[in-house]
Structures are given as C-alpha cells and as structure tokens.
C-alpha cells in the first residue's frame, strides 16, 4: 500500500504541470488515478454522474460529459475557466455532497484532476471562454440595498425566489434542470449553503454568469454592473446568519398566558434557539436528503402551562395527506433515494415533532435520541399540516409514546390528549403553537414540567412535498428546556434576616467593647492600654 | 514600653495570608516544576480548605495559649469596635465602612447560598471504552498487504461512500453533509487520536455494534453511530475498515503481543 502511494506521489511530481485550454490529446494519468479514488464513487469513472453513490445524493452529481457546469465565471452558456473548477474542487459545494478538497489534496493534485475532468468534454472546453466583467465594486448601504430590492421585483426574482427569499416563488414547484430533474430555487435566507460562495462577490459573478444547466438566468443583458452589484447586496441582505450558533439551553421566561396564534407579536419578541438539523440517517429507511436543515424554536410558559413556536422554512405548503402514511423504503441500498417525480408517489403532508424524555432524567442518562429506547421511553408532540381546521374540539396535535426507531410510535388514548396546536404558513414557512399544561395525569407517558430542571428536548421535522413522512425525517440531538423558576420571595427575606441579625449583633458587640472601656477607664486603666488604644 | 513590632492581630492575618498564597499560588507553581508539565496544577478546594482549618485552629491555639496574648490579639479588634470620638475624620469613616460591611457581606453570603444556580448539564464522555472481549481478538482477514488487498480497497472505498460518507465525509474528515445536525460529531479519521490510536478490531466492533454497543459512560444517548451489523456483513465492514484507513492516509495500531 505503501508502495502504491509513493509511486502515485512520485508521478503526481513528475507529471507536467496542468495547461490551461485545450486538453492534452492523452489523458495526464494522475489526474486519471485522482479521481477514480476521490471523484467516482459519485461522478462515475466514465464521469457521467452516475457513480454507485450518486442516485442518494440530492443534488446528483454533475455528469462532466455535457460540459456544462453550475458555478462559473464566464458568459452565459459557456464552460468554466480552469480557476473557476479549481475553486469548486478547493471549496467544496456547500449544501451539496461535494466536499472541499484543499485540505487533502495538494494544489498540484487538484489541477491534474480538473485537467482530467475536462477530457470528459473536449469540445466544450475547445475554445477560451470569455469571462464576465466585474466593474467597479459597489460597497453595500442602505441605498445599496433599497435598490436592488427594486431590481429583485422588477426582474422578478420572486418568481422562483419568493418575496422573502425563500425558495417559494409561485414559479418553484415547477422548475426543472436541462437534464429534466426536478430542482428547487435557493432558499436566500441561508447563506450558509449558497452554492457558489455568499460574498457579494460570490451572487456577483451568479447573477452575471447564471447558472448554467439550471433555470436560474444571467442578468448581463437586463442590468449594467452597478444594479448587478446592487441586487447582490439586497440578496445578500436577505441571509439570516443564526445569532448564537451552538447554544443549547432555551431559557424560558414566565408570562401572563401564552398566545396560540403563532403570528402573534409576543413570539416575536422572544430569542430563539437555533437548531440545526440532519436527516434521520440511524435505521432503515436512512434519509441524506432532508429538506429542513434548521429550525426555530422559543417557548413560554405560565404557572398552569407550557407553549412552544416552532419556525422553520417550507417553500411548499403541503396540507394533504393520503393513508397510510409511511411509503416503504425501496429495500435495496442502506439509504432511501429521493424522488420528486409527481407519478404514483403518495401526498403527504408536512409536520413538526417534540421530543422528550417521559420522565426526567436523575443522572446524565438520557433516553437515546431517536425515538428513545425500551429502558427510557420519550413522549413526542407531533403536529400535522393536515389537521389544521378540523372541527372544533379537535386538535392538529396527536401525543405519542415510543421506545426507540424499532417499533412504530404509539399515540395516545382520546383521554391522553392534551396539547392544542395552531399552525400558519406564509411566504415559505411554517409557524407552529402547541400549548400543554405543565403536568398531567397520564403520568408514565407524559412528561412533567418542573422549573428550574433541565428538560432534554428534541425536534423531528417532515416535508411531505419531498417525499418526508415516519422516519424519512430531519431531526436533531438533545437540547434542553430551562423553565427559569420565578423568584420565591424568601431569596429576599433571608440575606434580610441575616443582614439584620448580623448588625444587631454588631451592634452588641460595640455596646459591650464601650462598656468595657468605661468600666476599665473608671477602674484606673493600664498604663500600656491607654497609650495603644488611642 | 516594649519596642515597636508588629501587633498579633496583623502578624496573624499576615500569617494566614501568606498561608493561603503559598497553597493557591506557590504550591501550583512549584507541583508545575517538580512534575514538568506546561500548567500549573492547583491543589484541589478539599484539601485546600483542609490545610486553611489546620492553619486556622493553629493560630487560635497560639493566640490562646494565655491570657496576654488574647488580650494583644483582640487589642484592635476591640479598639475598631468602641470607636475614637476624637480620631481623625477619615479614621472613623473608615471604621463606619468596615462596621457596614459585615452585616452586608452576610446579607450577600446568604443569598448566593439562597439564590437558584443553573449551570449547563455537561456529561464527561470517555471516547474509547474497553473493547469487549469477543472482538478484541478479531484480525482484518482483508489487510494481506497484496494485490487482492488493493482490490478490497476498491470494493471497501464504495462501501464506505455509500453507507459512512453522509456522516463521515468522504474525506473521512468527519464533515459529511450529516455531521451538521448532530451535537455529537461524527469521528474524524483524519484526526491521530480516532481511528489512528485504534486496533482494527476495535474499528470493527464500534461499526457492528454502533450506539446501541456503546456503555454508558460513553453517552450512547447522543451517539448516531448505526449498528450497522443490521445492514452490512462482517465481510463488507472488514472492507469498509480497509478503506476507510485508506482514505484517511492512517495506519491502524498493532495489536501487542502478549508472549
């Protein structure tokens, strides 16, 4: 193995460096062994984006032979500069399975690869591609930004983009890619997963150049540099970057009464905890593909109850659902594919999860986080799209019980259920309540509120348009709950009590040394005291 | 008249100072120097408090040995507490401070014992617990450091994009696209105190078993590591082993021989 590795690095440094333009008439060999070890398994080795692993990834990988490629620096419709691949092969895709490479491959080793990734489409990359021009920088203002957001109707962006940025566009459900595969429009708000890099720069050379392949279009011929760089501002204005990424504890105050709308305006005055998500990826059926990658979450609770608001972003609103719910994996590979073909694929609906522990923990112990275990089961709250507007008396929440992945959550009796439930979508996204009182009588399947403990919460999130229902789901590790205990007013009465036990012996002290002296002082005092007392 | 030194009063709370630096400060240092490690180490609070009682008790029965020596001691104390009516102003704000102080350093002492401390759960997790004995014995019947080897490479390195590579990345940096969602992150090969600081045998057993393998002490509960014993033969996780050491550039540890 040894060998092997050394004789691959000797010819990685006797191989010439890569040219730019028109590929060598033989393929450079160590770009060849390059990628059948590292590009593959996902590109396929004839580089047609079929490898063994590339129907679980979503998007799939690029099929090098047509030479059209995503992220770009040149004209519309044109192949990629050398740079431009060699960024993508060094940085990675973010939010796509293509991992960044510059911190395992050498530089050297990265350009043998892309100079062999272009002999899979020699006539594309025949003649120089001409590159966009960048003109002068416009920083970002606030006129900057009002600007492009004019330039974000006028050109529609919304269409696809929707008016918030998040991918919901009346336009979205039907977009499709130059292959016919169904693709979704960016969801602007996070930055974090911008294909091509978020800097201004980055949406810069995306509005310029397009995106090829894809429906998204090149904006040279209907703005002049100036607006281009002022679109990117007001598009990057759009990122809601998480505040305190990492924090784990929601603290939750006390109020008055919790409000069941979730668009009511005291939500918003709360802090939320930002949760990222993956997919369920533990047991059959293992989902790489989820659709929801984060999720807000606040809470409130009163002396009597306790209520959550969830928020996460949906472009599509799914309030339909066909039973029975769980579409069987396809018993093949170890992951689930994902299919966003329309044809005989059930509707399902999108919903929401709670996740706790039925009965708090004493020690560090926790039930696992997957749908807990046979020793430590959990109580899940789980809310359906498709139960929003039932008759009154009913509620869009079903409380259940599970005892791990293995066997199916079990709901609870008509009499167990208790948490009322509201949700609302608006421009892509998902606003959900649910309200339940602090504790119950179903104790042993439900979980009891207690202030000031740390309460192990988790969250499931599904969305049924992208084929999400049972445990093809998003979900997240344990965070906790801390319901801040009101102030008990003895934490005032007892440092009182003790402050004026403290000053009434103080006190006595000071009367009893002064009487001291006075009796000493009229017995004659020692010449020594007198002279050191003063 | 005795010549002027210091009263007891100050050499005892000299005394008891310098006591309590030379354990907080000294002792660190020192403990730092004899041991040669890059940080000091402080004595821990139960012995600390120990020594302070034993410091303590010491000079009470100093002070107390007679009655003289009593009377030096509480000298100032008493002097603080009757006041000078013809003391320099200055002297007797000073007095009036120190008088107030005590009862609200009471007053604070009882309500930081009083007030409700939350502090973020943590958990201690030991990241490599004992390898049961069932599977400490295994060898890699793939590691045959011949051309078949490279063949299982190959097979191993699809076996590992399609099942491992979502958490694990598919440099096996740890950074697959699953990783972001777990608060507990998948292992990074790469990194020299994973797969590096393992025998074979134990990469095997953690793949097998999974979370549901793990003791407690190793936190199961936050583990999303699959018991992948329900998914893959022990032929593919052999293979998948070989690759991944492959991928990471690292050798796995040898087994000691025990003679």
Known sequence: ???????????????????????????????????????????????????PVADYLD??????????????????????????????????????????????????????????????APEAFGTAPERITVGTEVSASSDTIRKGKELYQKAKCWECHGQDGRGDGPAAPTLKDDWGARVRPANLTRGWRYRGGSSARDVFTRLSAGMNGTPMPSYVDTFNEEQRWQLAHYVRSLVREPKERGAVVLRVRGSEAIPLDPDDRRWAGLEPLEVPLSGQVITRPRWQTPAVDMIFVRAFFTDKEIGFHLEWDDPFKDTRHDEPSLPPGDGKGPYVKLDLSKAGRPVLRDAVALQFPVTLPSGPELPHFVLGDRLRPVNLWHWMADRQGDSPGTTPVVELNAMGYQVPPQPQTAEGQQVRGKGTWKDGRWRVVMVRPLTTPDRGKDIMFEPGRFIPVAFHVWDGSHGEAGLRMALSSWYYLLLEPPTPPQLYLYPLVAMLGAGGFELWLVRRARRDRLATAAAGARPGEGARST | MRPRTLSLFWATVLSLAAVYLLLAVAAPYVSMWMAGRDQPLPIPRAAMAMYLVLALAGAAIYISTD????????????????????????????????????PLLVGAAVYSQTAPAVQTPTALRIQHPTIPGQFERLRNPFRTNDEAMQRHIAEGRILYQKNCRPCHGTKADGGGPMAWGFRLKPANFRDPGTIATVVEAYAFWRVKEGARGLPAEASPWDSAM??????????????????????????????????
């Open chain 1, 1 to 51: 193995m040894i060998g092997a590795a050394a004789a691959l690095l000797l010819l990685v440094f006797l191989a010439p460096p890569a040219a730019g333009a028109p590929a060598p008439p033989q393929p450079p060999v160590p770009g060849k062994t390059i990628y059948e070890t590292r590009c593959g398994f996902c590109h396929g080795d004839a580089g047609r984006g079929d490898g």
């Open chain 1, 59 to 120: 998007p799939r990988p690029r099929d090098f032979t047509g030479g059209i490629y995503k992220l770009t620096s040149t004209q519309s419709g044109q192949a990629p500069t050398d740079d431009d691949l060699f960024r993508t092969v060094t940085q990675g895709i973010p939010g796509t399975a293509m991992p960044a490479w510059g911190s395992v491959l050498p530089e050297a080793q990265r350009r043998q690869v892309i100079a062999y990734i272009k002999t899979f």
């Open chain 2, 67 to 102: 009655d003289e020596k009593l009377r030096e001691f509480l000298r100032p104390l008493q002097a603080l507490l009757r006041g000078n009516p013809e003391g320099h102003a200055l002297e007797r704000a000073l007095r009036v401070t120190l008088l107030a102080a005590g």
């Open chain 2, 226 to 259: 699959p018991a992948w014993k329900d998914d893959l033969t022990d032929e593919q996780i052999w293979k998948i082993i070989l690759a991944e050491y492959d991928i990471a550039g690292v050798a796995p540890r040898q087994p000691e021989k025990i003679e």
